[in-house]
């Protein structure tokens, strides 16, 4: 599939013959020659590749490599410039240009660039391609989070603010980083913060930033976090805990782009994308005059509920085998697994902390354990008091002798009920294809209940 290019030079026959060249490739080029017709063009197509005159923008008094940037950060932008303008083409490449070239170069060269240019494209692409499907194996296939996950897919191009809602734990920080990974501000800084853990008045010196005597300790000027995320994605976690005060701030940021650091009288205009996070109801909020309903309203443009995982356990699976290996890794370990009754405690486990508390589970159990797979001793003492023992239990408790085929029946169907009688997860628990464990439940007449 062709990239999209646009070549915004003044010399029409200079642009036709990289036209040319770019179209035997079965590249879609559009061409033009004037400032306005940049920002005609630009406005309405998102450009893998712009190549730009430098001196285009001097008519209308305008910096084009810096509006180009702001507007389509993941367009790889190809500077043509006079010897005068050197300055200026080095200071683009510091501002993120990707290449820079003398307005003199034959059109070969620049056909060359944008090629190199076009590869570096496409290698993103792959990179965010299987971020998204880590993604999606890691959250699980419940109907519920691939609700999560399409939504994530069509909302990650655009610019609209996202409300995550979700309980402590869930992941609503990881679904906020594989939206901006996902988007065209990938290559742009991601910054987050927790405003419930820091006070009003630090958290809007964090936010906005303060200029030197600001407050008492304000002893030099600093840049706060929207500065920082000029370009790139704001998160704001719990949000549901700002003050009134720096809510109104903020608001005043998502309608005008515009902010003043804390004592100082200069405004700055950002270009950041917000997404935010609450494990409250900010309706009730809203309701309780203590979240304003306008910012409420500004930031809930889009809204992705998270289910807790007591209600996702087909996630279960995928994300202890995902948290082994970051514990084998961070703790220099090689646990392969669970053992099946250790699992079992796992499965009916409420798990009040979320995906959170299981990724600490995993890590407390990796450590303690001392063969290759981790036993119910070696789970948090927490875990044991708080699963139902005798559930988790009832099928390690019969001491009676029993043939090979009886046990492994026996076993089959228990997995099969801790796991809601999941056959795909199941059968990924047994380390079995999905084919062998309908064999074998075929073979042993377990018959999926009626109800599921």
């Known amino acids: 599939m062709g990239a999209q290019i646009l070549i915004a030079v003044q010399d029409a026959a200079y642009a036709t013959t990289i036209d040319r060249f770019l179209a035997v490739d079965g590249h879609e080029v559009d061409r033009c020659h004037d400032a306005q017709g940049i920002l005609r063009m630009v406005g309405r197509t998102s450009y893998d590749v712009i190549v730009l005159e430098l001196g285009l ?42 290449f820079y070239l003398p307005l003199s170069s034959p059109p070969s060269d620049v056909v060359l660039v944008v090629s190199k240019a076009i590869k570096s494209v496409q290698a993103d692409s792959a990179v965010a391609r299987l971020e998204q499907g880590a993604f999606e194996e890691l959250v699980g296939h419940s109907p519920a989070m691939q609700r999560v996950v399409e939504m994530i897919r069509k909302i990650a191009p655009t610019d609209g603010s996202v409300l995550i809602l979700g309980e402590s734990g869930t992941g609503k920080e990881v679904v906020a980083n594989t939206i901006h990974r996902l988007s065209k501000r990938q290559n742009m800084p991601f910054i987050a913060i927790n ?72 405004t700055k205009r950002v270009n950041v994308r917000i997404l935010a996070a609450t494990n409250r109801d900010l309706i009730d909020s809203v309701a309780e005059n203590t979240f304003r309903e306008d910012l409420y309203f500004r930031l809930n443009v889009i809204q992705i509920r998270i289910p807790p995982l007591r209600e996702r356990r087909e996630a279960l699976p995928s994300l202890i085998a995902h948290f082994i290996v970051q514990g084998n890794q961070q703790y220099n370990k090689a646990i392969s697994h669970f053992g099946d009754a250790a ?59 029993k043939s090979l085929s009886t046990v492994e029946a026996g076993h089959i169907r228990h997995v099969l009920e801790v796991l809601e009688w999941n056959q795909t997860t199941a059968a990924s628990t047994l380390g079995i294809s999905r084919s062998t464990l309908w064999r074998k439940m075929k073979e042993y007449e377990i018959d999926v209940p009626a109800s599921r």
């Open 57 to 98: 923008g001097e008519a209308v008094n305008m910096e084009m490599n810096s509006f180009i940037s702001q507007k389509n950060p993941q367009t790889r932008l190809i500077l043509l410039f006079d010897l005068s303008e050197l300055d200026r083409a080095i200071e683009g490449i510091r501002q993120g240009a990707f």
């Open 343 to 401: 699992l079992a405690f796992l499965a009916n486990y409420p798990f009040p902390g979320n995906v959170r508390e299981l990724e600490s589970i995993v890590a407390h159990s990796v450590i303690m354990a001392e063969g290759p797979a981790i036993q119910v001793m070696d789970l948090p003492d927490y875990v044991l008091q708080g699963t139902d023992r005798n559930k988790a239990l009832s099928y390690e408790e019969d001491t009676t002798l």
């Open 195 to 266: 405003c419930a853990a820091l006070p009003e008045a630090l958290l809007e010196s964090e936010m906005f930033g303060h200029v030197r005597g600001a407050f008492t300790g304000a002893h030099q000027d600093k840049a706060g976090l929207f500065e920082e995320a000029d370009g790139g994605t704001l998160f704001l976690d719990e949000i549901g805990d700002m003050s009134p005060i720096t809510q109104a701030k903020l608001l005043r940021v998502l309608q005008s782009g515009e902010f003043r650091r804390v004592g100082d009288t200069v």
